[in-house]
């Protein structure tokens, strides 16, 4: 029904930036919210940031300040803007998307946070 892209992970230092983006594609009535996940090496998966479909956007406590979600309605694509990378948040990053009945996931994209 619908596929999730993700793309824009990688390995940068301490403090440095990383958009990730995730693109969906197929059979698509309507997007509601869209999220971006995370998963830490030995840890649970845990939720980073949301947008709704009228663009109100809210992020975790542990990347506030840091971390921005932005999503084009149009490309029906949800980014994350990384800064002032912490080796806290080395994790696999996982988009979600929420649709009528249920909701999507991406295949996840390694950011790594390391000198």
């Known amino acids: 029904q619908v596929r999730l892209a993700e793309s824009g992970g990688g390995l940068v230092q301490p403090g440095g930036s990383l958009r990730l983006s995730c693109a969906a594609s197929?059979?698509?009535?309507?997007?509601?919210?869209m999220s971006w996940y995370r998963q830490p090496p030995g840890k649970q998966r845990e939720l980073v940031a949301t947008i709704t479909s009228d663009s109100v956007a809210n992020v975790a406590d542990s990347v506030k300040g840091r971390f921005t979600i932005s999503r084009d309605n149009a490309k029906n694509t949800v980014y994350l803007q990384m800064s002032s990378l912490k080796p806290e948040d080395m994790a696999v990053y996982y988009c979600?998307?929420?649709?009528?009945?249920?909701?999507?996931w991406g295949q996840g994209t390694q950011v790594t946070v390391s000198s």
């Open positions: 197929g059979s698509i009535f309507n997007i509601y919210t």
């Open positions: 979600y998307v929420q649709v009528r009945g249920g909701g999507y």
